[in-house]
């Protein structure tokens, strides 16, 4: 019954994809943003202050910040 269910699912979703002509064009223009946000933008606008720290120092850093935020 279930079984039944997912494949109906899949085989929707197969066929809409096969009949799609815009929807690819589309579909690739949102994967390429995807990964201009979370790749490209990560890489140059959010660095990674914790990197090369030892676990107490990132406590220390992340409770500092914590506290001063909170003022």
Same mark, same amino acid.
């Given at each position: 019954?279930?079984?039944?269910?997912?494949? @109906?699912?899949?085989? %929707?979703?197969?066929?809409?994809? !096969?009949?799609? #002509?815009? @929807? !690819?064009?589309?579909?690739?223009?949102?994967?390429?943003?995807?990964?201009?946000?979370?790749?490209?933008?990560?890489?140059?606008?959010?660095?990674? %202050?914790?990197? @090369?720290?030892?676990?107490?120092?990132?406590?220390e850093y992340? @409770? #500092?910040?914590?506290?001063?935020?909170?003022?």
């Open positions: 019954m279930i079984r039944k269910q997912i494949i @109906g699912i899949y085989r %929707f979703y197969r066929d809409g994809f !096969r009949e799609m #002509t815009w @929807g !690819r064009i589309l579909w690739a223009i949102i994967l390429i943003k995807l990964f201009v946000m979370f790749f490209i933008l990560k890489l140059f606008f959010f660095p990674s %202050f914790l990197k @090369g720290m030892n676990t107490e120092e990132k406590q992340v @409770g #500092t910040e914590l506290i001063n935020r909170m003022y």
